[in-house]
């Protein structure tokens, strides 16, 4: 049985974040899916809130034998209520959000946040352009700053015209599973991250089987695809030979 690596894009963006580590993949001979949540790519509709998007993620789910289920940001939200899925193998968070029911991405590891007396905002809200709908957009300069410091001028300009409205409610949903409790996990942290804080993350991956940090910014998948690739690559190897070695 192979392994197919299913990748979850963060709040804002589709499928296409993905679309530098995809090839990457199938010529390392791993399959991929990139995942468009409700409301995003060619199928248009209503964006979800976070019950809808994992909804949606398990119906990709439900078409594979066996996963490394990937989510980045404010997908790791969504792999953490999705992700105690049959077919999950392993769960990998890259600068993602392995939350409690008591928490939302918005309040993320208060209390340890707290007692350990850290400063982890950022200045991705003040770039939020709120609309009469209920989602928010982000203003370009704050997004470029935030999401993609790290990247070369014309990748940014690409990512940011493909930048949609979010649901601003996600943000603050709380899970009602929590695939992280039950399932193998790696937590990416992105040390010069400025959307969702390192030391916010360095928190975060203590509730993973496992840690990796990079010295990048919130994108890597578009500033350093090569070092994603590699590492689910790595992962995916594992697991097809645990499957192999439960299998003899």
Request: charged residues 20%; contains cysteine.
């Amino acid at each position: 049985m192979s392994t197919t690596v299913v990748l979850v894009p963060g709040a804002w963006h589709g499928a296409w974040a993905w679309d530098r580590v995809t090839p990457l993949l199938t010529a390392a001979a791993v399959g991929s899916i990139a995942v468009d949540l409700p409301g995003r790519g060619p199928g248009g509709g209503r964006l979800g809130d976070l019950m809808a998007d994992s909804a949606a993620l398990t119906l990709e789910l439900d078409r594979q034998d066996s996963v490394v289920l990937v989510g980045h940001s404010y997908g790791g939200a969504v792999i953490t209520e999705a992700g105690d899925h049959p077919a999950v193998a392993h769960l990998v968070y890259v600068a993602g959000f392995p939350i409690r029911p008591d928490e939302s991405c918005a309040r993320a590891a208060e209390a340890e946040v707290e007692a350990l007396d850290l400063r982890v905002d950022t200045d991705l809200g003040s770039g939020f352009v709120p609309g009469a709908d209920g989602t928010v957009n982000l203003d370009p300069a704050v997004a470029q700053s935030c999401l993609y410091d790290d990247c070369d001028e014309a990748t940014a300009q690409w990512a940011l015209e493909r930048l949609g409205p979010q649901r601003l409610a996600s943000l603050s949903d709380s899970p009602t599973r929590v695939a992280w409790r039950t399932r193998p996990s790696t937590y990416v942290v992105c040390a010069a991250d400025r959307t969702v804080h390192p030391e916010l993350q360095r928190v975060l991956a203590r509730r993973c089987t496992s840690t990796v940090e990079w010295p990048t910014g919130h994108s890597p998948f578009l500033s350093d695809p090569k070092r994603v690739a590699d590492l689910l690559v790595g992962i995916v190897t594992i697991v097809n030979t645990a499957g192999l070695d439960e299998g003899a």
